[in-house]
């Protein structure tokens, strides 16, 4: 089990909030020990039969200090006579908590008051979780953010400024944050579940983890899926058992709800599969060949023929080995007759290639996508060269993408390294350049030592300085500096330092494919 994260310790493990179920307590123990240790026990039970992670979630609130003087007796507030009903001693949520850490759970609390931020972590809880309603509390933040525990916070009804406000505090107190969208209403309607915002979370947040707390009618089990499918990694509930005497809220489920709810979560993240683009299993390369067109002559064909379009038609199926509809260009030469109607193999055909070009195309569009990625945008009018030291052949391998913005006194480039490129050893003698991270991780040698440059890290590059980059990630770089002037790189390896048109390719126009000196396919 991972542990909670102290700042002022860097041994300490950062807390795990990825694919955490939180299973609120609140006051459903209704003020009895040993019912919240029914409800514990199963709640665990169910946790482990899912194969699950799962915290149980207390609520502590130090009543003798948190509720008015006029309030302890006849408040018109709904909730404070509820409080004080279920009053548990601090020994008794101590009992609580063992029973929790027994049946294999994390241990969780919210506090509404500091005195019982003091209790909780007197009593070794594990994470702190701050209610909707406290968010903007700063004499509740400030005591929290003191006790380096590691801490979700709930952000129903706030402002994205306020939300803002909370990151940047709990990012300077150095304490693990984790964001829940909530909507503060009890029950929540469909219509104002607003799940969208998870997305809009993770946008703004990209670096924290974003949760879902949710107060719909629990058998409702299609909100927590499109929460999954939104990105939400922690999923938090309340949870009770009703009894003769006792009826449980319109928003807290049984533990037979909670098995529902914690599978219908498991289902829909099986559903939604990894972020990150894998190959196609064999079976879908299989069933999408079977519904491919295939190259067929349209009347017979002499060895030698050079074909053109009207020497072919495509047709299904598709046959193991032929010549498939997405690979057909023209002169195309035939090595042996074929018949008319017959498929074309790919065994029987010279293909005429420029792997050269292909790759260059084929970079180009990775080059864009990582832009569009980065959601860097580029002006209508920009200078585009692509840096290929060894030749374009070697492209992917050794070179790198120079996107230039403006060169003045000044002047300013992107610069676009796909995954395992890398950029070889020179320096510059009339040009001082700083590099900054905009997207990616960039490993850079400067003088023999090594960087590892992550978003919006900077490093200042002077003149003479020998240096060198690459990146195993794709990389995007913003790259400021005096002038540019095209004889002022120097390469270690001394065949680099040839005439420039050597190693560079101009690109007047990469939506048309247009190049200098490169005729377009």
Excluded at 1 to 10: E, H, Q, R, V
Excluded at 380 to 392: A, I, M, N, V
Aim: charged share 25%; net charge negative; aromatic share 8%.
């Amino acid at each position: 089990m991972a542990t909670s994260m102290n700042a002022a310790d860097p041994t300490q493990c950062a807390f795990d909030f990825t694919d955490l179920f939180i299973l609120d307590l609140a006051n459903n123990h209704q003020g009895d020990v040993d019912h919240a240790s029914r409800i514990i026990r199963e709640l665990g039970e169910v946790v482990r039969a899912n194969g699950a992670r799962a915290a149980l979630k207390f609520q502590f609130r130090d009543l003798d200090t948190l509720v008015h003087p006029a309030h302890t007796s006849g408040s018109p507030n709904k909730h404070i006579p509820r409080f004080l009903e279920t009053r548990l001693r601090d020994d008794e949520y101590a009992r609580l908590a063992d029973e929790v850490r027994a049946n294999g759970l994390i241990t969780m609390c919210t506090p509404f008051d500091e005195p019982s931020v003091d209790k909780l972590v007197a009593l070794g809880i594990e994470v702190i979780k701050v209610a909707s309603c406290s968010a903007v509390d700063w004499p509740l933040l400030e005591r929290i953010a003191e006790s380096n525990q590691p801490v979700v916070v709930s952000t129903g009804g706030l402002t994205l400024e306020q939300i803002d406000d909370l990151v940047s505090f709990f990012d300077h107190k150095r304490v693990q944050l984790a964001l829940e969208h909530c909507v503060s209403i009890y029950p929540t309607p469909a219509d104002q579940l607003r799940l969208n915002q998870i997305e809009l979370l993770s946008r703004r947040y990209p670096k924290l983890a974003i949760g879902f707390s949710t107060h719909e009618d629990p058998a409702d089990l299609v909100p927590v899926t499109v929460a999954v499918a939104k990105g939400a990694r922690i999923l938090e509930r309340h949870a009770g058992i009703p009894t003769e005497q006792i009826t449980l809220n319109a928003y807290s489920s049984t533990p037979a709800q909670i098995d529902a709810w914690i599978k219908a979560a498991q289902r829909a993240a099986e559903i939604a599969g990894p972020v990150e683009r894998a190959p196609a299993p064999q079976e879908e390369v299989a069933s999408l060949a079977s519904l491919q067109r295939g190259v067929y002559a349209c009347q017979r064909l002499e060895a030698g023929t050079a074909l053109q379009r009207d020497d072919v038609y495509f047709a299904a199926p598709y046959e193991e080995g032929q010549l498939p509809s997405g690979r057909w260009r023209e002169d195309i030469v035939v090595r042996a007759d074929v018949e008319a109607d017959a498929p074309l193999y790919v065994s029987n055909l010279d293909i005429p290639s420029n792997p050269v070009l292909d790759s260059l195309f084929t970079s180009i569009h990775s080059i864009k996508a990582l832009l569009n990625e980065a959601n860097v945008a580029l002006n209508t009018e920009f200078e585009l060269e692509f840096s290929h030291h060894y030749g374009l052949e070697r492209f992917r391998e050794v070179g790198a993408t120079i996107i230039t913005c403006m060169n003045r006194s000044y002047c300013k480039k992107l610069i676009v390294q796909l995954p395992g490129q890398r950029h070889p050893l020179h320096y510059h003698k009339r040009k001082e350049e700083s590099f900054q991270v905009l997207h990616g991780v960039l490993e850079i040698e400067i003088e023999g030592r090594r960087r590892t440059l992550q978003p919006g890290d900077i490093q200042l590059v002077q003149q003479g300085v020998w240096h060198e980059f690459w990146t195993e990630t794709g990389v995007i770089f913003e790259e400021v500096s005096t002038t540019h002037y095209n004889d002022d790189s120097f390469y270690e390896d001394k065949t680099i330092n040839c005439a420039r048109e050597d190693r560079k390719t101009v690109v007047n126009n990469w939506g048309r494919y247009q190049f200098e000196n490169i005729a377009p396919r």
